[in-house]
């Protein structure tokens, strides 16, 4: 294990955190286009909800070994790769652009670049929450998570509300393109953030070991513990929205427009959660943002069983959008609070590796029967997860 030798930050708006910040807004971006773009590019293509939530779901499987990779980001200087993950992705998301530029969509080479970049995602995304609380004081953890949300929310909802028309104006390969150029920014901007030095330690304990101490500190934390079975749940409830929002809308025959003003609206409503939070104006213990999150998450899906009414979803947007604001905010509060630096990277692969276990899972059970159960069901079904979760978190932080 590496001892991390962080930089002096004095103020929240430093170099480095800014550059960060604009980064992250870059990844957003990439990813809500990419998003839209791919789920119906695959949809068009092949005519099958089921295919989009395979594609869905071979993106999410590598992160199953992430603790694996977990042990090796506590170990490396972190810039590098952060740089060379984005490099990658971009060149994947300009070949699928090419394919859909030159009518040569192949569905097995999405599903293997699918896999290839969630190879990467499992490295890429426990790095990149790994850097970030060392690039602010730990006075200012809190408003940092508030602006980091704020921008990463609003630049998600210029590219879900963007990429949605986008696709339906000029089709998925101009969308997908916009995303392979955002992920080369976020790359350039990367290499000027200052990121904390590493110094070996006179001995290294092996791999396993590494994982062994992490799961060690997980399992006398409660507070890691509740984290942990809320990554697994939210991962399993929020999975099925991926697959419910593009059949509500082709139902309404709003399709890749409807699509992306859902998920529009969604992040909008996100943006004003973690402006409230930025902005000071809700101060509760994270424990309560906590709370409040997941009654609003419950609720929003709850609302989705009026699906066949288009003001009442987006309304059930604008309550999930609110609460997911809330629940991560608290939730990235916690982790910090609890999670020792020399850590972060192993803890963050766990949560990834149970990410990846309950996502793909539920999207491969809900693409099995997608196209034969009424959406109503399944929105029951997840505003009773996310009320569950409600309860274990009294339960377990009580």
Excluded at 44 to 67: D, H, Y
């Amino acid at each position: 294990m590496n001892v991390q030798v962080s930089l002096e930050r004095r103020q929240l708006w430093n170099r480095d955190f800014l550059l960060f910040w604009l980064g992250s807004m870059q990844s957003e971006l990439a990813t809500a286009v990419a998003g839209v773009a791919f789920s119906f590019l695959v949809l068009e293509k092949t005519g099958q909800v089921s295919s989009m939530g395979i594609t869905l779901a071979l993106s999410l499987i590598p992160s199953v070994f992430a603790p694996l990779m977990g042990a090796w980001i506590d170990r490396l200087p972190l810039k590098p790769p952060l740089v060379l993950g984005n490099v990658l992705r971009a060149l994947l998301m300009a070949y699928v652009a090419y394919m859909a530029f030159t009518d040569q969509f192949s569905l097995y080479t999405v599903y293997a670049i699918s896999l290839v970049n969630g190879l990467v995602d499992m490295f890429y995304t426990p790095a990149s929450q790994s850097v970030f609380p060392t690039l602010v004081p730990a006075s200012e953890i809190t408003r940092a998570t508030g602006f980091m949300g704020m921008a990463s929310q609003g630049m998600a909802l210029i590219g879900l509300v963007g990429g949605g028309f986008l696709v339906g104006l000029f089709g998925s390969g101009v969308a997908i393109l916009w995303n392979s150029i955002a992920l080369l920014l976020m790359g350039l901007l990367l290499l000027w953030v200052r990121m904390p030095a590493r110094v070996p330690k006179a001995t290294q304990g092996h791999i396993l070991q590494d994982i062994r101490e992490a799961l060690q500190l997980v399992s006398r934390t409660p507070t890691l513990r509740f984290l942990m079975v809320l990554v697994f749940v939210a991962g399993g409830v929020f999975a099925p929205l991926e697959l419910m929002v593009p059949k509500i809308m082709l139902e309404a025959g709003l399709g890749a427009r409807g699509y992306g003003i859902f998920f529009g609206v969604l992040m909008g409503s996100m943006l004003l959660g973690s402006a409230l939070v930025a902005a000071g104006i809700l101060k509760q213990r994270p424990q309560v943002l906590m709370q409040v999150g997941l009654v609003l998450l419950s609720c929003g899906f709850g609302l989705l069983w009026f699906s066949g009414v288009l003001w009442v979803v987006y309304f059930a947007a604008v309550w999930m959008g609110l609460g997911v604001a809330l629940a991560s905010t608290a939730a990235t509060v916690l982790e910090v609070e609890v999670i020792p630096e020399e850590f972060r990277g192993r803890v963050f692969s766990l949560y990834a590796a149970l990410n990846a276990l309950s996502m793909p899972m539920m999207l491969l059970l809900i693409s099995s029967i997608i196209d034969h159960v009424p959406v109503q069901t399944l929105a029951v079904g997840c505003a009773f997860g996310m009320a569950l979760l409600l309860v274990v978190q009294h339960r377990m932080l009580r």
